[in-house]
């Protein structure tokens, strides 16, 4: 065992929430619990899990740095509420921002439930030391309806969730039936179909009946080229090759003679997301890039992880 999870609660209402007083001194209980048992090696990973918009709010983010600062964590587990990879351009700006004033308490950050173009580049402008997500799910948190019953299920109904695939080199995922309508227009089958024949060695077919093994090629893919440049130019890489690929992307995209009026307005409506990212983004490079640490592992026999991706 290297490492343990602090137990901690939904903060809905952020510090003034009746649970936070009670996480953190339960943090403090399980260190001293852990080396009164020889687990002094075992590092503590601390979820801060609360809505993004406490985090924005200046006194709120004061007050939670102040209380943060003095835990026996070594690694702070960040899942904010209403944040994820569909986030827009203003709210992605906002937030990374806020998350870099958390720096403060010198603790490796991890941001949970955030993966896409969003996740990205919170480790290549240095915001966060790594990120977390599922495999083509998880990739956004969301606790607004936890308090709201759930309808009861019929009897008749299935519990099968909708599959949707990643384009490659495009923030967005579509379900199988438009990826193949893409695929059936003129040039509509390379703009789709994965072009790396070790992720998918009969390209478009490979990618959908294996979608789990193409999304997780690309995630691992895009962490270890930013990971393989210096940390100076990480954001020069992030812009210059993955925001420009996706852009280049959505543009070809755009371009296609598709029928179908609902895929021609969502394809539409990425590329403007896009092109109104890149800009946001470019506004971030005035504010410089911070070097946040390396997530820690205390096993003596183990070095800390230099990957951005768990």
Known sequence: MTCVMSPTHFLRSGVDDIWFPSDCRSVSLLRTALDREGGTHIAIDYPLILPHTRLLDDEY??????????????NLVLRLSGFG??????TVKKTLVAIQELHVCRYPILLDYVGGLVGLSALAFGIVSGIAHGIGERDRFDARSWHIQSEQRSSNGSFRRSIYFPLPDLDKSFRKRDIEAIANTP????LVACGNRECCPQGLTS????HRSHIAWQKFRAVNDLYSVPDSRRIDHFMNVEMRNAERKARDLVRLRIDNDRLKQALSKE?????????????????????????????KYRAPTQRGLL
């Open 61 to 74: 983010r004061t007050r939670i740095v102040s209380d943060l600062c003095d835990l026996p964590i070594d």
């Open 207 to 210: 990618m959908l009946s294996n």
């Open 85 to 90: 990879a569909d986030a827009g351009p203003l």
């Open 187 to 190: 040039k509509g089958k390379r």
């Open 271 to 299: 590329r403007k997301r896009l092109d109104s990212m890149t800009r946001m983004f470019e506004t971030l490079l005035e504010r410089g890039r911070p070097f946040p640490p390396a997530l820690k592992v205390r096993w």
